[in-house]
Nanobody
Framework: QVQLVESGGGLVQPGGSLRLSCAPSGSIFGITARNWYRQAPGKQRELVATITTGGRINYADSVKGRFTISRDLAKNTVYLQMNSLKPEDTAVYYC??????????WGQGTQVTVSS
């Protein structure tokens, strides 16, 4: 079973930056989109950023202008660069890959804590 392996979370002060990375442990075929989600304590999981196979990118309004999603196809890795972090960005961040015909792969989650 292919798994998504995430890294890059941690503790950062408000205004700081972190970069999350996500790569599969094996081959995944038919990828249609790579996504980053997050889930804060007591809240529902929310979609943060998406990059489709065609390169279309979308962000949640709460992170526009601060977060950047990108991918390295040679490394089969997706990144989330997070700048100007705020305490409300504190959450567990999950990598997700969607494929045809409708499969989903999830990472184990990485904790991001923004606190002084």
């Amino acid at each position: 079973q292919v798994q998504l392996v995430e890294s890059g979370g941690g503790l950062v002060q408000p205004g700081g930056s972190l970069r999350l990375s996500c790569a599969p442990s094996g081959s995944i075929f038919g990828i249609t989109a790579r996504n980053w989600y997050r889930q804060a304590p007591g809240k529902q999981r929310e979609l943060v950023a998406t990059i489709t196979t065609g390169g279309r990118i979308n962000y949640a309004d709460s992170v526009k202008g601060r977060f950047t999603i990108s991918r390295d196809l040679a490394k089969n890795t997706v990144y989330l660069q997070m700048n100007s972090l705020k305490p409300e960005d504190t959450a567990v961040y999950y990598c997700n890959v969607q494929t045809l015909p409708g499969s989903d792969y999830w990472g184990q989650g990485t904790q991001v804590t923004v606190s002084s």
